[in-house]
């Protein structure tokens, strides 16, 4: 039961949210950078609804094969709905401390039989992107735009013919001056975006204008990602216009230089779906977390989306419960993200500045900690301001998987406690009921060796199943392979 203009107000809250956060760890003027963020929603007793922003990160750089860390010191990836991710899993632990020490929680209630925490039916999660995220959502038929001249649409290059970005489409439509003409190439894709156009711009197929000629939108290309498909599944064909590529398929992040092994943010979400937000970790400790919804501001492709947040999970035939196929509801948000790349060229071409724009090498986390934010900023993967020849420990930032193992460890000693109360509780009162299942062999405990992150994350039994089942659907799934996966915390 949401409301229609969810999307517009959880991307509000993280756009307000962001603003609030000053300027430390933002692009500078000719810098751009990707926003996404997660809202909590709860219900309140009187039927209102209460939303607060958990969790956010920017960023869209990530490391090539060669610079991951074996000690997980560094972040791999640092595109923003994956540091998003991980300032949630950390929202989530905190979460999770509240109710093992007995403390009121909106959105976490313990369950004595499994020993876990579960979400409560009144609270939900909503993910925001500033961007549809990379992959196989940004592939989708793109927009040329002809016969504007009065420079409202005119992108940020100097071509005769350039193709519009959504954001010109977003930000015409603010200013309700949004009229087009749609002139088709005669290909189903083409008819399809070509309606889908003419919906967003409230447009009936003719121009409203009487005074000058109204602007063309045509269609015979695809918007491209620079995304590879993995080496096992369909590669792009690469032709001309609308067959460079294939859709549907799996694909790493794009980069420069030293190629990356992490999936695509589309393939990520995708697989958020399905196992879930709160990662192989907490599963020990938390019932699978789903987001509700996922709402999309610039290339915001209803078609692309649905295909590669959506209808890709029907793949998998069943999951183990208690994880479940859970697709999101997609939204799309007319706001603008003013340090986005279309956002930050149209202003340096308003100020009439002769600049080369480029993505932002900084990287933003940002959670909530009862009471308290925690803010975290990174650079390459590692902690600003620390020096390349800092160790790794010092280089060491919030969201890198060490860190992540840190608080786990912690958290997992507070659910330790937490089941053997209950277990004493059960004891004194002579029952029989089962308390604290599936709880051998799950920490380090006192006094024990050393246990690797790789050995935490295979402990977490539940998950590697639901993570079995999601590869035998998708066998394309590369990863960045398990040695990153061995180290102990020093």
Not at 416 to 441: I, L
């Amino acid at each position: 039961h949401l409301p229609t203009n969810m999307g517009e107000g959880v991307a509000q809250a993280v756009l307000e949210c962001y603003a609030s956060l000053g300027k430390r760890g933002k692009p500078n003027a000719s810098e751009w950078t990707v926003l996404a963020g997660i809202v909590c929603r709860t219900l309140q007793p009187d039927g209102l609804a209460n939303d607060v922003v958990v969790a956010l990160g920017t960023g869209s750089k990530c490391l090539g094969f060669g610079k991951l860390s074996r000690t997980g010191s560094s972040i791999h990836d640092s595109h923003a709905e994956v540091l998003t991710r991980r300032a949630f899993q950390c929202y989530l632990n905190s979460e999770v401390r509240r109710v093992c020490a007995g403390e009121a929680s909106s959105v976490l209630t313990w369950d004595v039989v499994s020993g876990r925490c579960q979400v409560r039916p009144t609270a939900s999660f909503h993910l925001y992107i500033s961007q549809a995220p990379c992959g196989d959502a940004c592939i989708f038929p793109d927009r040329l735009l002809c016969g504007l001249d009065d420079g409202r649409c005119s992108p940020p290059r100097t071509t005769k013919r350039a193709r519009i970005s959504e954001h010109e489409t977003l930000k015409a439509e603010q200013d309700g001056q949004a009229t087009a003409t749609i002139a088709t190439t005669g290909s189903a894709a083409t008819s399809a975006a070509a309606a889908t156009i003419a919906a967003a711009t409230g447009s009936s197929g003719t121009s409203a204008a009487t005074t000058a000629s109204p602007p063309v939108v045509v269609v015979n290309d695809i918007h491209r990602t620079g995304a590879k498909p993995v080496p096992s599944g369909t590669q792009d064909p690469k032709e001309q216009g609308v067959d460079y590529h294939a859709v549907g398929v799996f694909r790493t992040k794009p980069g420069r230089g030293d190629p990356s092994r992490s999936m695509s943010c589309s393939d990520k979400i995708l697989r958020w779906t399905l196992l879930g937000c709160q990662g192989a970790l907490l599963t020990r400790c938390v019932d699978p977390v789903y987001l509700s919804t996922v709402t999309v501001g610039e290339l915001f492709d209803q078609e692309a989306l649905e295909r590669a947040l959506v209808s890709r999970s029907s793949k998998v035939a069943s999951l183990p419960k208690p994880f479940r196929r859970a697709p999101p509801l997609l939204f799309r948000s007319s706001r603008l993200f003013s340090e986005s790349q279309c956002c930050v060229a149209r202003e340096l071409e308003r100020q009439q500045i002769q600049a080369k724009i480029s993505a932002s090498g900084t990287a933003m986390l940002w959670y909530r900690d009862g009471t308290r934010c925690v803010l975290s900023i990174s650079v390459l993967g590692r902690k600003q301001g620390v020096s390349k020849k800092a160790s790794d420990q010092a280089g060491r930032c919030c969201g890198c998987k060490a860190s992540m193992m840190a608080m786990h460890l912690d958290t997992w000693d507070k659910v330790t406690k937490r089941r053997q109360q209950d277990r004493q509780r059960q004891v004194d009162n002579n029952t029989d009921e089962d308390v604290g299942v599936e709880t051998k062999g799950r920490g380090s405990g006192a006094g024990s060796q050393p246990v690797s992150y790789a050995r935490l994350k295979d402990g977490a039994t539940d998950y590697q199943r639901a993570r079995r089942a999601f590869q035998e659907a998708f066998p394309g799934w590369v990863g960045n392979g398990p040695a990153v996966n061995e180290f102990c915390l020093q």
